[in-house]
């Protein structure tokens, strides 16, 4: 069981930056791809980045360049640096959790196990 809790989120001006954390819970959160996802109203839940236990990281084509994810286990702690905010990039931010190592599997939302409760971002123009 892992349980996650995010923070960081606010309201910025285009152009801005947040960082966003997301704080786990669990023995096994150390061997557990992270991924942030976010979602629009109306809208998809959609994978932005995603960090696996190895450290590879992957990211959505619409934030590379600007975002940047990064862990620390011994924190038990994943971080998504977020620069040069656009008002697109405004949604509810989530962090997740799965014990896989699989870009395929990793792509799906549904496959995600463990949620935290989500951090709203809001980039004004």
């Known amino acids: 069981q892992v349980q996650l809790v995010e923070s960081g989120g606010g309201l910025v001006q285009a152009g801005g930056s947040l960082r966003l954390s997301c704080v786990g819970s669990g023995r096994t959160f150390s061997d557990s791809a992270i991924g942030w996802f976010r979602q629009a109203p109306g809208k998809e839940r959609d994978l932005v980045a995603r960090i696996f236990g190895n450290g590879i990281t992957t990211y959505a084509d619409s934030v590379k360049g600007r975002f940047t994810i990064s862990r620390d286990n011994a924190k038990n702690s994943v971080y998504l640096q977020m620069n040069f905010l656009k008002p697109e990039d405004t949604a509810v931010y989530y962090c997740?959790?799965?014990?896989?190592?699989?870009?395929?599997?990793?792509?799906?939302?549904?496959?995600?196990?463990?949620w935290g409760q989500g951090t709203q971002v809001t980039v004004s123009s």
């Open positions: 997740a959790a799965v014990r896989s190592s699989s870009f395929a599997f990793t792509n799906s939302p549904d496959n995600w196990p463990y």
